[in-house]
């Protein structure tokens, strides 16, 4: 018996009475004895907690990576993460908590959502949000079918500097449809070719722009917006919501849709999830959005209150016809942006942005000064930069995380010496030319 | 009993976050990237102490019901307790805290538990390989879907675009057909609520690519001619995908790929106890036979040459489904769920939940009419509330009025083949004196219908809020905080 059951003998046999058999294998029994598993399964032997717990902590130790410096980005970023999102995500009236569709005994979690939904839509400069996406690359996956649901077409253009793993994502997807992806060329600087775009969007339901984008490059997303509108097409804009704290806003630069991964604001890196996409877009456009909305209204006592809306366009009720097959949200994840987001506020969450961009300025001086390093693009960057090193990129990772750091990831695509390096508050000038002197030894110039 | 928004609490100049000052030379974005480039104004985030951040939200916690304080009966949403321990592993430093970008060498704790993880699952379905990166039950769906759909293409089959599906299936399945590429053609059930096999076999043909089943089925009904009906698709050239949505009743006890599927997916945050986080996140892993393993999204745990686990493409990968590994801290707990269950304690988890469905039902079957009641059903029961409603009383209103006896309600309306239905899934970790609280409750109302059906259909009265105007809620669109319609 294990210590989550408490159907003891007694409780059995009474149980079976009133079911009216002798034992649970007649139960079993509606299993076609052919179809019966005739054996026990080949798993270990139960653990108890104290057991469990040494296991655990012993293979969650041989992880050395998570005890370096993480100067690792390329959508998955170290920041710091107030103490008070860990209680209120360990509260068990959120985290037991059901998908709110009993809406009078979810208010709660509702109302966490209707702010997630505010905070999304005024940081992406939009109208709306929904209640959260599988991640951003999913999200960006769906913002791709839904540009093509409202403009009726059936191909999107990206860029050369979106995220790889995002498109990939967006590929597998559109596949399935026999939808159509155009690539959009850089400039050598890493600036999108807007020259070349123009000709390339005709047809196109949506222009995807990443800001910044996957070298950390800040585009021009005026400039795709109106290249994107000119062609009819819509702009999507991946979007980094801690820049967003500084830059200008998706939809004031003239974005129909803006997407991104929350994971920055407030939860922690755990191995690449579970993180939290996020989706918002013009109001006219919110009958075409995948994914829960919450809305506000009020009970029979005139009360305000909030429920799930807008279902007519989901897989319950449409089905085949459904707008999307998004069953769940991540809303664990939106309460962490939500309460993250409740902490930083206005003030400490452009401070953050601003400390951010700063930091990863005063690093990208330090490592371009290494003898033999070069820089790949030379258009300004937010908080992450490409530098090519005259090593190869795995052996420098693997050589600095001997020395305690985490250099930064590999793109190969770029060079062999080619590594994207992230830099977020959480960086001390100490960590940052202790890591500046590791790669200088390691290319070959003086001790570190 | 409600709380006003966090925006209304927001007064210029507090904050709850406090930085170290910054230590190296201040950068002026608007010298970097021009002003055109900065936001204009702010962004409208809501300004808060730390004090008022965490009454905000520990005020709304105690608005939501939630499976620490009561039961949730709910049919095929399996919402059983939730280790505490889990959520301190998946918060382990070590886990919490690695980048998922990391060289493989320097994250071999967690690859190894994604490894064992994945080897758990195949034997716990009967099949040979498994991807863990699916985000949620509807993501594998069409994962184990797209496997599919890449056999064919491979072998040049290209016009098998039909799946077959009973009219009972989980909303997520003809959704999820649909961005797979596929159409979804109906199977009917027949009078025992199972497969109807002969409308099954005159619609298996040539383009069929697949057939999509949950087993138990949606009635909590085990397909007694499951060995026929994979049979019947398999001989049509089409494979057999399991919506695992139902595994809590068969662990141990039978798997799916004995049964004859080709390819599942399992939702961990059900079967495996992962929280359902007040709607996410999730985890739906597929599994699949040794000849569909090589289409699995990329990236697929492997061992190095040397031994080592690492993460390694499969050779005729469809693609990717999430941007990185899936979600790894649903994982962590799914295996510690696992290793603290054992063998034989995911077995009798399985028959304990199907003890306590059918004594549950036994209970329930003076008051209300329960359709395909042939036998004994597995971890969950339909009931049909056609005998309330022809007295003026719906099932909305009965599981409204659940909720002031200080229960959730039951799934209702699902499925949609039975009339004014409402699904119960008791799972195995309720005891006997709250399934014996439950069906009084239940039975209360059956009461309450026939003598004062007012207070039900007047329902809920003793929750935070009465019930909702959801029509106005479609009808005034209001889904952020100042929102004007236009």
């Not at chain 1, 942006?337 to 401070?351: C, D, H, K, P």
């Not at chain 2, 999204?297 to 693609?319: C, H, K, L, N, W």
């Not at chain 2, 003026?392 to 599981?399: E, I, R």
Request: aromatic share 6%; glycine share 10%; charged share 20%.
């Amino acid at each position: 018996m294990s210590r989550f059951t408490s159907i003891l003998g007694a409780d059995r046999r009474r149980m079976l009475d009133t079911i009216g058999i002798g034992s649970v294998d007649e139960l079993v029994s509606a299993v076609p004895a052919e179809k019966r598993l005739g054996r026990r399964l080949d798993l270990p032997s139960p653990a108890s907690e104290l057991e469990l717990t040494r296991e655990a902590s012993a293979l969650a130790e041989r992880n050395r990576a998570a005890g370096l410096v993480c100067f690792a980005g390329a959508g998955a970023y170290d920041h710091f993460i107030p103490s008070v999102i860990d209680h209120i995500l360990l509260r068990s009236e959120f985290y037991t908590a059901y998908t709110p569709y009993q809406a009078e005994v979810s208010q709660g979690t509702l109302q966490c959502i209707f702010e997630y939904q505010t905070m999304m839509a005024r940081l992406t400069g939009l109208d709306c949000a929904n209640a959260s996406m599988y991640d951003g690359a999913s999200a960006a996956a769906e913002a791709a079918l839904m540009a093509m649901r409202a403009t009726k077409r059936d191909r999107v253009a990206v860029p050369a500097s979106l995220n790889p793993r995002y498109l990939a994502v967006i590929e597998t997807y559109l596949a399935q449809g026999g939808f159509g992806i155009v690539r959009i060329p850089l400039l050598p600087d890493g600036r999108l070719d807007m020259a070349a775009a123009a000709g390339l969007l005709e047809g196109c339901a949506a222009l995807m722009v990443q800001q910044p984008d996957f070298h950390g490059i800040v585009q021009d997303l005026k400039a795709a917006s109106d290249a994107a509108h000119a062609a009819g097409a819509l702009l999507v804009a991946v979007t980094d919501p801690v820049a967003a704290a500084v830059l200008e806003s998706p939809g004031a630069a003239g974005a129909d849709i803006a997407v991104g991964e929350g994971q920055s604001m407030g939860v922690q890196l755990s191995f690449g999830g579970p993180y939290v996409g996020f989706m918002a877009c013009r109001k006219d456009l919110v009958r075409n959005m995948p994914g829960r909305i919450i809305g506000r209204t009020v009970d029979k006592a005139g009360q305000t209150g909030y429920v799930l809306t807008l279902q007519t366009r989901e897989q319950h009720i449409r089905r085949e016809k459904a707008t999307s097959n998004i069953c769940s949200n991540q809303a664990l994840m939106a309460l962490a942006n939500t309460v993250y987001l409740s902490l930083a506020g206005e003030s400490g969450f452009r401070e953050t942005s601003l400390q951010c961009h700063s930091k990863a300025v005063y690093l990208e001086g330090r490592l371009a000064g290494i003898e033999g390093v070069r820089r790949v693009f030379t258009a300004p960057f937010y908080r992450e930069f490409v530098l090519e090193y005259p090593v190869d990129a795995d052996e420098l990772v693997r050589k600095a995380a001997d020395k305690g750091y985490l250099a930064g990831v590999p793109v190969p695509s770029l060079g062999r010496g080619a590594l994207l390096t992230a830099v977020t508050e959480k960086r001390t000038r100490a960590e940052m030319d202790g890591l500046a002197g590791v790669l200088t030894a390691i290319c070959g110039g003086g001790a570190a | 009993m409600t709380e006003g928004t966090i925006f209304h609490e927001s007064c210029c100049g507090r904050r709850g976050m406090d930085l170290p000052a910054l230590d190296v030379p201040r950068v002026d974005p608007a010298a970097t990237f021009g002003t055109d480039a900065l936001r204009k104004g702010a962004v409208g985030l809501p300004e808060v102490s730390e004090s008022q951040t965490v009454r905000h939200f520990v005020n709304l916690s105690t608005l939501n019901f939630h499976l620490d304080k009561e039961m949730y009966p709910l049919g095929s949403c399996t919402m059983k307790y939730n280790p505490k321990l889990n959520e301190d592993i998946a918060r382990l430093p070590g886990f919490a805290g690695l980048h998922p970008l990391a060289p493989a060498e320097l994250c071999e704790g967690a690859l190894e538990l994604m490894e064992n993880l994945g080897r758990y699952l195949c034997e716990i379905t009967g099949f040979d390989a498994v991807t863990l990166q699916p985000a949620a039950g509807a993501h594998g769906e069409m994962t184990g879907l797209l496997l599919i759909r890449h056999w064919h293409l491979e072998r040049g089959d290209t016009g098998r675009l039909e799946i077959l599906m009973p009219d009972s299936a989980h909303g997520t399945n003809p959704a999820s057909c649909t961005l797979a590429g596929f159409r979804t053609v109906n199977v009917k059930s027949n009078a025992k609520g199972e497969v109807d096999i002969d409308d099954l076999r005159s619609k298996a043909g040539p383009a069929t690519a697949g057939l999509m089943l949950t087993n138990p089925n949606t009635l909590g009904i085990f397909e007694s001619g499951i060995g026929e009906i994979t049979r019947i698709v398999h001989e049509a050239g089409g494979l057999c995908y399991m919506d695992g949505a139902n595994m809590n009743a068969l662990m141990g006890i039978a798997r799916p790929g004995d049964m004859g599927f080709d390819v599942c997916h399992l939702n961990l945050h059900k079967t495996f106890s992962t929280p359902h986080g007040g709607g996410g996140p999730g985890s739906g892993p597929v599994a699949c036979r040794q000849d569909l393993a090589k289409y699995l999204p990329d990236p697929v745990v492997i061992r190095t040459a040397e031994g080592r686990p690492a993460m390694g493409r499969a050779r005729a990968s469809f693609g990717r489904m999430l941007a990185f590994h899936g979600h790894f801290g649903v994982l962590a707990r799914a295996w510690a769920y696992i290793r603290t269950l054992g063998p034989e304690g995911l077995r009798e988890a399985s028959e304990t939940a199907l003890l306590n469905a059918n004594y549950l039902k036994a209970l329930l079957r003076e008051a209300f009419d329960i359709p395909y009641d042939d036998g004994p059903c597995m971890h969950e029961f339909v009931i049909c509330g056609e005998r309330q409603a022809r007295k003026g009383v719906k099932t909305l209103d009965m599981a409204k009025r659940l909720l002031d006896y200080g229960f959730h309600a039951p799934t209702v309306y699902f499925p949609m083949i039975v009339h004014e239905s409402m699904m119960i899934e008791p799972t195995e970790t309720e005891s006997l004196e709250s399934l014996d609280a439950f069906a009084g409750a239940m039975l209360s109302i059956a009461r309450e219908v026939d003598e004062k059906p007012h207070l039900v259909t007047d329902a809920p009265c003793a929750t935070p809020v009465l019930r909702l105007d959801e029509v106005r809620a479609v009808k005034e669109l209001e889904v952020v905080e100042g929102w004007e319609s236009s």
